[in-house]
C-alpha cells in the first residue's frame, strides 16, 4: 500500500494527529512493527517513547533491517519517508488496522474489561458463540505474552483469524492496553464491564485513573453495545456517564443477582438465568456472575437463550481459574489466580459457601508492583481464613521476606497466619495440615508457569506442586 494513502485511510489527518508527512509518499509499505528487533522488509517502523527507553533512538537499526518509512513524533536524520504525528501510540492503531485490512470490521469482537473475571468472563463468550455456530477464538492472559498485545500483534491476529475462516473473538483488554492505545481502531462489537477494586496502582497511581483507563474502552463510537455491572459502585458510575453521552441505546446492565435459583458445589454451580436453567462446571458466586456477565452480552449480540445455556455447560475448565487439583484426597484444593485482595475475599468467600470444613489459603504478593494492595491481601486472608499461609508469589528483584512482611502488617489478628517463604514447602504444609472435609486455595499465580525471583524465572506450576506433594502425603499415609 503506499504511505498516503494509507495516511488518508488510517484518518491521520482527520484526526490531527498528523503534524508532516516527510520525503517519497508513494514508498510501498507492507506492514507496521513496534519492535525494532521484529523489523521486515517493506515495515514502518513506529518509533514510540517509552517509559524506559525512545524507540526513536532505534530507527536507524530498524531501517538498516529493511523499514522503508518511520511512524514518528519528530523528524528524524534517517534516509527514508517519515510520518510525523503527534503520538505515535494512539497512530499506531489506526495505520496497523488499515495494513491489516480492517479486520474487526468482518468479526463479531467482544471486549471484557475490569479487575477480575476477565478470563472466565472471556472463556464463557467463545464458549456461547461457538454453541451458536460462530467459529471463535479468545485473546488474553492464556493465550497471549501480554493480556491485549500491542497494537500491531493485534490487529495481525484478527486478521489472521478472519483469514482462517473465523466469525468471532472474546478479547480480554487491559487498563494498560486501554491507557496506551492498543486496541485503538478496533471495532468491538460488545464491551463488558465486570467489577473494578485496587490493582495495578503501582501504573495508575489512584483509583480514579485506574477507573479512567477502564471507561475509554465505552467511549462513543468504541462498543456497539456496553454490558456493565450495576452492583459494581464503579460500574454504576460508568452506566450514569454513557447514559449522559449516548442514551440508553447501546446500554445493557447486570448483576450478580440476575442468576436464581442457584446451587453451589466445588466444581460445578446451576442456576437460572432468564428463566432459563442451566450449569457451569465451576464453583464460587463470582464464576456465577462471570457466566452472567457473559451470557448478557451475548444475548445483547443477538445470540438465543439456549445456545447461550448450552454455550455455558460447554465451558470446560479455565486453567488456574477455581481449577480443582484431585489425586484422591479427602479435601479439596483448589487452584486460582486470586491475586488482590477483592479476588482473594471473594474465592474464600465462595470456597467457605461450598463447604463446611475449614478453609485454609496460600497466598502471597509480586514484588516491584503495586505495593498498597499488600497489606489489604493479607487483612483480607485474615479476615476470611482458618488458616493462612503467606509466602512467594513472584518476588522479582524485590526481597521475599519484605514482601511477606507488608502482606503480614495488614492483619488485625495474626493469629490465623503462618509464614514460609518458599511457596512449594508452603503449598506442601497447607495440604499436610488439611483434613477431610476442608477446602485449600493456593491463591495468586493461577495458570503461570513459572516463578520469578531475584531477577531469574524457574518453572513452577501451582498445580503441578500441589498434584506431588498429595501423591507424596497420600503415599506416606498409605505405608503408615
Request: charged letters at 25%; glycine letters at 10%; proline letters at 5%.
Amino acid at each position: 500500500m503506499r504511505l498516503d494513502g494509507l495516511i488518508a485511510e488510517a484518518g491521520l489527518p482527520v484526526s490531527g494527529l498528523l503534524i508532516e508527512a516527510v520525503g517519497d509518499q508513494a514508498t510501498e509499505v507492507l506492514g507496521i512493527t513496534m519492535d525494532s528487533h521484529d523489523v521486515r522488509p517493506g515495515d514502518i517502523f513506529a518509533c514510540v517513547p517509552g517509559r524506559t527507553a525512545d524507540g526513536h533512538a532505534f530507527a536507524s537499526a530498524a531501517v538498516s533491517d529493511g523499514a522503508v518509512a518511520l511512524l514518528c513524533e519528530r523528524q528524524l536524520d534517517v534516509d527514508v519517508p517519515q510520518i510525523v504525528v503527534s503520538s505515535v501510540r494512539r497512530a499506531v492503531g489506526p495505520v496497523s488496522d488499515v495494513l491489516s485490512g480492517r479486520p474487526s470490521l468482518d468479526l463479531t469482537v467482544a471486549a471484557v474489561t475490569g479487575t477480575n473475571g476477565k478470563t472466565t468472563t472471556c472463556a464463557f463468550v467463545r464458549s456461547i458463540f461457538e454453541a451458536n455456530g460462530w467459529k471463535a477464538t479468545t485473546v488474553g492472559t492464556l493465550t497471549q505474552r501480554r493480556t491485549t498485545p500491542e497494537a500491531p500483534e493485534l490487529h495481525a491476529l484478527l486478521a489472521d483469524w478472519r483469514r482462517a475462516g473465523g466469525r468471532a473473538v472474546a478479547m480480554e483488554v487491559s487498563s494498560h492496553a486501554l491507557d496506551q492505545h492498543r486496541t485503538d481502531a478496533v471495532r468491538f462489537a460488545a464491551g463488558v464491564f465486570t467489577n473494578l477494586s485496587p490493582d495495578h496502582l503501582d501504573y495508575h497511581q489512584t483509583m480514579e485513573a485506574y477507573f479512567e483507563a477502564k471507561a475509554r474502552l465505552f467511549e462513543p463510537g468504541r462498543v456497539g453495545v456496553a454490558v456493565v455491572n450495576r452492583d459494581d459502585s464503579w460500574g454504576r458510575q460508568l452506566i450514569e456517564r454513557i447514559r449522559r453521552a449516548q442514551g440508553d441505546d447501546h446500554l445493557v446492565t447486570w448483576s450478580p443477582d440476575d442468576a436464581t435459583e442457584v446451587e453451589i458445589t466445588p466444581g460445578e454451580s446451576r442456576f437460572t438465568w432468564h428463566g432459563v436453567r442451566t450449569a457451569i462446571h465451576l464453583g464460587g458466586r463470582f464464576n456465577i456472575a462471570n457466566a452472567v456477565a457473559a451470557a448478557t452480552a451475548a444475548a445483547a449480540l443477538g445470540v438465543p437463550a439456549d445456545a447461550i445455556a448450552e454455550g455455558l455447560r460447554d465451558t470446560g475448565g479455565v486453567p488456574g481459574r477455581f481449577q480443582k487439583v484431585d489425586a484422591g484426597q479427602p479435601f479439596t484444593v483448589i487452584v486460582d489466580y486470586a491475586h488482590t485482595p477483592d479476588g482473594l475475599a471473594q474465592v474464600i468467600a465462595a470456597v467457605r459457601e461450598s463447604s463446611p470444613g475449614r478453609v485454609i489459603v496460600v497466598f502471597g504478593a509480586g514484588g516491584d508492583r503495586d505495593r498498597e494492595k499488600r497489606p489489604l491481601m493479607g487483612a483480607a486472608a485474615a479476615a476470611g481464613a482458618d488458616l493462612a499461609i503467606v509466602t512467594s508469589d513472584n518476588p522479582r528483584r524485590e526481597d521475599p521476606e519484605a514482601i511477606i512482611a507488608e502482606v503480614v502488617s495488614g492483619a488485625t489478628d495474626r493469629s490465623k497466619l503462618l509464614v514460609e517463604p518458599d511457596r512449594a514447602s508452603a503449598i506442601a504444609a497447607a495440604l499436610a495440615t488439611a483434613q477431610g472435609g476442608d477446602i485449600v486455595v493456593i491463591a495468586g499465580k493461577g495458570h503461570e508457569k513459572d516463578q520469578e525471583i531475584a531477577g531469574r524465572v524457574f518453572p513452577f506450576d501451582d498445580v503441578e506442586v500441589a498434584d506431588a506433594a498429595l501423591r507424596r502425603i497420600l503415599g506416606s499415609r498409605s505405608d503408615a
